[in-house]
């Protein structure tokens, strides 16, 4: 088993940062790969960003240039580096970790708005 627990959501104006994170507990060490997904309202849960054990990284085309994904081994930690926020990126965002199950956190709202 593996829990994850979200920090860092709140409200940004449109242009502005936001760091979210993640950190992992329980049976970490059979995490392989750990990643960001977002659902907005009325909308599916769809794919942010993922990282890999070794490093490898995969962005969503919406968020390439603006979203840096980036990963604590030691700590068990993954974060989410959010810049030139859009209004289209408000939404729930969800960590999650791959370790034999599919292991999701309880989600942080982030919302941009003026």
Known sequence: QVQLVESG???????????LSCA????????????????????????VATITNGG????????????TISRDNAKNTVSLQMSSLKPEDTAVYYCNAWAKDLYWGQ?????VSS
């Open 56 to 67: 490898d990284t995969n962005y969503a085309d919406s968020v390439k240039g603006r979203f």
């Open 9 to 19: 959501g709140g409200l940004v104006q449109p242009g502005g940062s936001l760091r």
């Open 24 to 47: 992992a507990s329980g049976s970490t060490f059979m995490i392989i790969s750990m990643g960001w997904y977002r659902q907005a309202p009325g909308k599916q849960r769809e794919l």
């Open 107 to 111: 989600g942080t709202q982030v919302t």
